[in-house]
């Protein structure tokens, strides 16, 4: 007996500065995002990614962020793509969580309210070195309450 599998659906939306494609599996539900981004992938966009989990550098240049439960990023650095790998029965507002960040961190929005949102004090914001922000690890809990 053979069965068909049924082609996964695809969902690809624009925004300024990069653009996504998702795929959605059997039941709608997530599977993966890419990332095109129209700038290279730097230290910048992994810190605002730091909400999500603790960068491990693999192999000596690609980040790997994990969200236990949720979600696998795979990075390089100076590279114009990355993708989430969604575990099964993702909650889909991860991905517009996601998403909204990377927004962020490619067109510097909300980088003054990022610091007040954090209910740890772990994001800070270097006014002198063009408002880029930091993420304190040690303080963070991984709460997404910044996003």
Do not use: W
Request: aromatic fraction near 10%; charge should be positive.
């Amino acid at each position: 007996m053979f069965f068909k599998r049924k082609k996964d659906d695809v969902q690809i939306e624009k925004f300024e500065g990069f653009r996504t494609q998702t795929t959605f599996g059997c039941k709608g539900q997530l599977k993966t995002q890419f990332f095109d981004l129209e700038k290279p992938v730097d230290e910048e966009l992994i810190e605002y990614l730091k909400p999500f989990g603790h960068p491990i550098l693999l192999g000596g240049r690609m980040y790997e962020i994990r969200r236990e439960g949720y979600f696998r990023l795979l990075l390089t650095p100076g590279t114009n793509t990355f993708h989430a790998r969604f575990v099964k029965n993702c909650d889909p507002k991860i991905r517009d969580l996601l998403t909204r960040q990377v927004f962020r961190a490619i067109n510097g929005n909300d980088q003054g309210e990022l610091p007040s949102r954090c209910p740890e004090g772990a994001i800070n914001v270097n006014r002198e070195n063009g408002s880029k922000i930091s993420i304190d690890l040690k303080k963070c809990t991984f709460c997404l309450e910044c996003i």
